[in-house]
């Protein structure tokens, strides 16, 4: 479990190679949300699910 959160927290752009910033928009507290500052790239850590969902070129 302190793994999957060290990889979430250490996650980058595959495109641009930024460092994911945290969305504090969350629409819940549970989900946690990181996004290329460009939008590249958003990926979503749900901890009651244990599950990732990642996408790419958000708009
Ligand atoms: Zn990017």
Redesign the pocket.
Known sequence: MMSLFKTLFSEK??????TLVTDKTAFMNSIVKKS??????QKEYHPALETYVESNHVS
């Open positions: 752009c595959p495109e641009c190679k930024k290329c500052p460009d939008n590249h790239y």
